[in-house]
C-alpha cells in the first residue's frame, strides 16, 4: 500500500492544495493552525524572493486590497514573509474565475447574467480607483465567482499602482493581459480610464466568447487595440440589443475622454441598453377632406374669415342736374302770404278790404313781413 504524500506546511499554515498558479505566485488552499480556519495563502514564487522589484509589488497587493473596504474585493487576513517568502492570507472563495464560468453557461453569457457580472466588478474598481490606485490587469482570470449566488470578486492586486507614483515604471514593461490593455497601456499610461477600457474587454467577451481582437500574436493584437475599430457585438451574436454596440464602443474608445469616465457609468450605460427603447408615438391620423356641400345646404365648415378693414372714401358728387331745382329758404324766414282776392260787389266794383289796425309790435318787425303786410 503506497504510503500518503507528506504534508507541506508554510508556517502555522497546512497547505491543502494548490488552486492556482500565475505571474505573482502560487495560491493555496491552506489551514490557518492559529485562527482555526481554511483559507487561501498566496505565496510568491521560490525563484522570484529575491527580485526587489517583485517584492515590492507583491507586497502592495497586500496593502491595496486590505485597505479597500469592498464586497466585491476579496477580504485579506494578513500578509508578511515566512522563510524568506512574502505571502498573502485571503479568504478562500468557493468557486471559479469568469473564464470558467463562461464555459459553463455555454461559451457565452446572456446579456442580463453578462451585466450583472460587469456591475459588481465596476463596483470593485470604482472602490479602487477612489483610493487612488489602478488595477492594471482587468482580466476574466482574476475575477472570481462564487458558488452561492454568483457573487463577483475582482482579486489580484499585485501590480496594482498608486496613480501619482511612477517609481516602479520600467520602459517598455507592459504588465497585465495583452489582450485587455488600452492602447495607452502601451506607451506607459496609467490611469482609472486604462480600467474602463479593459471591464468594456471583459464585457464584450462575457457576451461573444471571444476577445475584442483574437490575434495569435503579440503584434496583430496590439494593432487591434492600437487602431482596429471597436467590434460590433450584435454582428456576432444574433439577438443582442444594438444600444449594446455603442456600450463597447465607447467604453473601448481610443482617446480616453471619449470613454466612460468611471467604471460605474460603463455599467449604468450597459444596464440601460438591456431596457426596451420606448416605441415613437404613431402619427396622428390625417383630417378627411371637407364633404362638398349639397344643394341648399348650409356648410359646416368655412373658411377662416379674414379681417379686412375697408378704406372709407367720401361718395362720388352727382353730377349737375339741368332740372330747376325748388330754393330753399332759410328756416327762420317767415313764409310770405298772399292776400285773399277781392270780390266784386254787386255794382261789379270791387269792394276794398278795410285795413286792419296795427298793434303797438312787440319787437321790430322783420322786413319780410313789413313788405307782405304793405303789398296788401
Not at 293 to 298: D, L, M, P, S, Y
Not at 341 to 370: F, H, K, L, V
Request: proline fraction near 14%.
Amino acid at each position: 500500500m503506497a504510503g500518503r504524500a507528506p504534508e507541506r506546511t508554510f508556517g502555522r499554515y497546512k497547505l491543502l492544495g494548490l488552486l492556482g498558479r500565475g505571474g505573482m505566485g502560487e495560491v493555496w488552499r491552506a489551514y490557518d493552525t492559529a485562527t482555526d480556519r481554511i483559507v487561501a495563502i498566496k505565496v510568491l514564487p521560490p525563484h522570484s524572493a529575491e527580485d526587489r522589484e517583485f517584492q515590492q509589488r507583491f507586497r502592495r497587493e497586500a496593502r491595496t486590497a486590505a485597505a479597500l473596504n469592498d464586497p466585491h474585493v476579496v477580504p485579506i487576513h494578513g500578509y508578511g514573509e515566512i522563510d524568506g517568502q512574502l505571502y498573502v492570507d485571503m479568504r478562500l472563495i468557493e468557486g471559479r474565475d469568469l473564464m470558467r464560468y463562461i464555459v459553463e453557461h455555454g461559451g457565452r453569457l446572456s446579456p442580463e447574467r453578462a451585466v450583472t457580472v460587469i456591475e459588481q466588478v465596476a463596483a470593485a474598481l470604482d472602490s479602487a480607483h477612489r483610493a487612488g490606485l489602478v488595477h492594471r490587469d482587468i482580466k476574466p482570470s482574476n475575477i472570481l465567482v462564487a458558488n452561492a449566488r454568483d457573487f463577483v470578486y475582482l482579486i489580484d492586486f499585485g501590480i496594482a499602482r498608486n496613480a501619482a507614483d511612477t517609481s516602479l515604471t520600467r520602459s517598455g514593461d507592459t504588465l497585465g493581459t495583452v489582450a485587455y490593455m488600452a492602447p495607452e497601456r502601451f506607451d506607459g499610461a496609467t490611469d482609472p480610464r486604462c480600467d474602463v477600457y479593459s471591464l468594456a474587454c471583459v464585457l464584450h467577451e462575457c457576451l461573444t466568447g471571444g476577445r475584442p481582437y483574437p490575434g495569435n500574436s503579440l503584434e496583430a493584437q496590439l494593432v487591434g487595440h492600437l487602431n482596429t475599430p471597436p467590434p460590433r457585438p450584435s454582428t456576432m451574436v444574433r439577438g443582442l440589443p444594438r444600444a449594446l454596440d455603442e456600450v463597447i464602443g465607447r467604453g473601448m474608445a481610443k482617446n480616453m475622454k471619449a470613454r466612460y469616465q468611471t467604471a460605474p457609468e460603463l455599467a449604468e450605460a450597459a444596464r440601460a441598453a438591456l431596457r426596451p427603447r420606448p416605441a415613437p408615438p404613431p402619427p396622428p391620423p390625417p383630417t378627411p377632406p371637407p364633404r362638398p356641400a349639397r344643394f341648399g345646404e348650409v356648410p359646416t365648415q368655412l373658411a377662416p374669415a379674414q379681417s379686412v378693414t375697408p378704406e372709407l372714401s367720401p361718395p362720388p358728387s352727382a353730377p349737375p342736374s339741368n332740372t330747376p331745382q325748388p330754393s330753399v329758404q332759410e328756416p327762420d324766414a317767415p313764409i310770405p302770404q298772399r292776400c285773399p282776392p277781392r270780390r266784386p260787389n254787386r255794382r261789379g266794383r270791387a269792394r276794398s278790404r278795410p285795413i286792419p289796425r296795427r298793434s303797438p309790435p312787440s319787437s321790430a318787425p322783420t322786413m319780410a313781413t313789413s313788405e307782405a303786410q304793405s303789398t296788401c
